[in-house]
């Protein structure tokens, strides 16, 4: 096996696979906050636990979404790899064929190979998902955020 092999066709297809599990992913994680934001605010709402439950919920979609982004990294840096390749074969096939007569008379240059990657995602989740309060600077009380629940007003949730 050779030291060095690149197959341009395979980084494509693994690079755009990666991108479009994580156009599934992202959004999933965010229909899923807003489920369980609206659940632990109206189906199963508790006064003390639903804010708890709903910050640490959102901090765990935070650390999925966070992982579904690496997925884009990785794949836009295999496409760069892809791209280092083909900018170097090209280069190197240029000075080939401008060295063959010795004086330079096949004169050629490569192009740098530039691929399109998809930009990696941030946290964006749709207004009213995730948490939708605040904890005051002690994390002894909760204010809500204003929703359906409670009569559409905050109200202060203290442990």
Known sequence: MPDISADYQGIADTSHKM????????????????????????????????????????????????????????????TQISDAFKTQDADMFAATLSSIDGKGGFETSAEEVHSDKPGVPDWNPPPGAGDTGSWSDDHTVYTPGISQSNNGGPQAVQP
């Open 19 to 78: 991108s479009q599990q994580c156009d599934i992913i992202v959004p999933a994680i965010y229909g899923l906050i807003g489920k369980v934001s609206n659940l632990l605010d109206n189906g199963l709402y508790l006064e003390q636990a639903s804010p708890a439950l709903n910050t640490a919920y959102t901090e765990f979609s935070k650390s999925l979404q966070q992982a579904a982004s690496a997925i884009q990294v990785y794949a836009n840096l295999l």
